[in-house]
């Protein structure tokens, strides 16, 4: 299917409504019925019926469609935030007495998922070095049931081999479940690699404009119908109408903005490497990364995040550099229109809470802003850490 087709077209049936062109936010909660018989027939059939939002949406449907279409899998639910993707994608895979194996510095909300929540259920979770595929092998027991894997992950962004992991699980009958938020369906697509569940942070790339949140599990017909008739409705953590409204419009210039956010972050990586303040740039499209070849590999192009650690001896070295910033941003998350950074300085507490990561790395986001006016913005906060 084109890139085109599914982008401008795919799920959209503009005879039914006015031949607009933009779809129509349908924001109510439920669905009348004329007659008992048609009643009766959508509870039969609730997965294709319009009935109630906490259910089937016209408007989160059109999202689906589209997101299954990019990711290459059947089918493809919309949630209410990326944290709300994890979780039920992994809940429906897990009972009690079972066991998970999790890549090891997962996104923070997943790391809770798996060393808090999970434990609480009677669920066990081994949490893996995954730069390595034997570790997820060698953590696998008889009552391991969920490989759950994030390639890149946050902040270091350490690869998994998706290929042989899935090629592993496979045999054992593990389901796999992969955060692709990093890398956007763009440029990876994990369900041809092997893996059974992918999910999204539409908050990130897919809404592109640091204006909505939404999650996105895909996957086969019979998982996802497995998640929309247990943790969908149950937990009820769906994505509003107008919300999967926003989500398709970002998704109509995704192709564009994935470009140029591949090419300003290209140029200003080549600026931090010349600058002697920066000791090290983690990004695995870097060919002296030690996973350049396995990124290569799996992803079609780079994104727009990546970590330095600054050439610096104390706290206030690395709070000088990034409170001198003008134009990047300081705040979570990334995807959006705009630079962000998020220093993991921010984590260390005087004298108290010490992070396992160092407080010199600092992960950057590359928005669609001039390559020059960040390298601009860069230079001068150099300038102010080194007075
Ligand atoms: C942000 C993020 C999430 C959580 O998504 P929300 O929409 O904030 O709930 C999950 N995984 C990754 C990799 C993320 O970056």
């Known amino acids: 299917m084109d890139l085109s087709y599914i982008l401008n077209e795919l799920g959209e049936d503009r005879a039914g409504y006015f031949q607009a062109v933009a779809p129509p936010i349908l924001q109510t909660c439920n669905f009348a019925s004329q007659t008992v018989g048609e009643m009766r027939h959508k509870l039969q059939h609730e997965t294709e019926a319009h009935f109630y939002t906490r259910g089937k949406n016209p408007t989160v449907a059109m999202l689906e469609k589209k997101m299954a279409a990019l990711e290459g899998t059947e089918q493809a639910l919309g949630f209410g935030s990326g944290m709300a993707a994890v979780a039920a994608a992994v809940l429906s895979q897990v009972k009690a007495g079972d066991h998970v194996v999790c890549v090891k510095r997962p996104y ?25 595929a034997r570790n997820f092998l060698q953590a696998t027991r008889a009552n391991t049931a969920l490989f759950y894997l994030e390639s890149p992950n946050s902040f270091l962004f350490e690869l998994q081999d998706i290929r042989a992991i899935t090629a592993f699980a496979r045999e054992r009958n593990i389901c796999t479940v992969l955060d692709n938020s990093f890398a956007t369906p763009l440029f990876q697509n ?25 999650g996105i599990v895909c996957g086969s017909r019979e998982r996802i119908y497995k998640i929309f008739s247990a943790e969908y409705t149950t937990l009820g953590a769906v994505l509003s109408p107008h919300d999967a409204w926003l989500l398709l419009r970002g998704l109509r210039t995704l192709p564009l903005r994935m470009e140029r956010v591949a090419q300003t972050t290209r140029r200003v990586v080549a600026y931090l490497q010349q600058r002697h303040e920066v000791a090290e740039i983690i ?41 001198s910033l003008q134009h990047f941003l300081m705040a979570a998350s990334w995807g959006g229109h705009e630079s962000l950074i998020f220093p993991m300085a921010a984590a260390y507490t005087p004298g108290g809470f010490k992070p396992s990561l160092p407080f010199t790395l600092i992960r950057f986001y590359i928005g669609l802003e001039d390559a020059d006016y960040l390298i601009r913005d860069l230079d001068q906060a150099f300038a102010k850490m080194n007075a």
């Open 283 to 323: 990004w695995p499209f870097l060919p002296e990364h030690p996973q350049y070849y396995l990124a290569r590999k799996q992803m079609r192009n780079n994104t727009g995040q990546f970590t330095i650690r600054l050439q610096a001896d104390t706290l206030e070295q690395v709070e000088k550099f990034c409170d």
């Open 190 to 214: 994990p369900a041809a690699m092997g893996v059974d569940l992918v999910v999204h942070s539409a908050t990130k790339y897919i809404g592109g404009h640091s204006d909505v949140l939404g």
């Open 108 to 132: 923070t909300g997943t790391n809770k998922l798996m060393r808090q929540f999970l434990p609480r259920f009677g669920v066990e979770v081994t949490l893996v070095d995954g730069t390595d």
